[in-house]
């Protein structure tokens, strides 16, 4: 099964000058935790809610931050041919939970969440080895124990 089977097509993306509030309400009303940062529907970053969390509010930051100032710009991408199977490894591989996807010439198409292979009966061991290792904790520096 390929990407493009169970990706959303109906993506929300922000641009980078966008404030942390219009990116925090896009994703409250989408009912999601990430948003792709686009410029010229190119994916140039990726903001979630736990960016917003700890990139800003953590540190003080305003909530008319720019997105591009707490936004991850190391961003993993597939195309809609990708094959299920991979996607769920680039997840596992990179912890990561949502996968933008992208055409031939680099613009943004769709969107891939661990959730969509989850609903997918052959991909249900994949979905869950991908989440067993995307939600391995790691000790935060100066972390009480």
Do not use: F, W, Y
Request: aromatic share 0%.
């Amino acid at each position: 099964m390929k990407v493009r089977d169970l990706m959303t097509s109906d993506v929300t993306c922000c641009q980078p000058a966008d404030t942390l509030q219009q990116a925090a309400q896009s994703m409250a009303s989408q009912n999601v935790g990430s948003i792709p940062v686009c410029q010229n529907n190119k994916v140039i970053g990726i903001i979630t809610d736990r960016d917003i969390c700890c990139k800003a509010v953590a540190a003080g930051k305003s909530h008319t931050t720019p997105v591009r100032d707490c936004m991850s710009q190391k961003v993993v991408t597939c195309t809609p041919e990708t094959d299920a199977h991979e996607a769920a490894d680039l997840m596992a591989t990179h912890q990561i939970r949502r996968l933008p996807v992208c055409d031939s010439n680099g613009s943004l198409v769709g969107i891939l969440s661990i959730g969509d292979l989850a609903t997918v009966d052959i991909h249900i061991n994949e979905a869950g080895d991908a989440l067993s290792k995307i939600s391995v904790p790691t000790a935060a520096p100066n972390a009480v124990h």
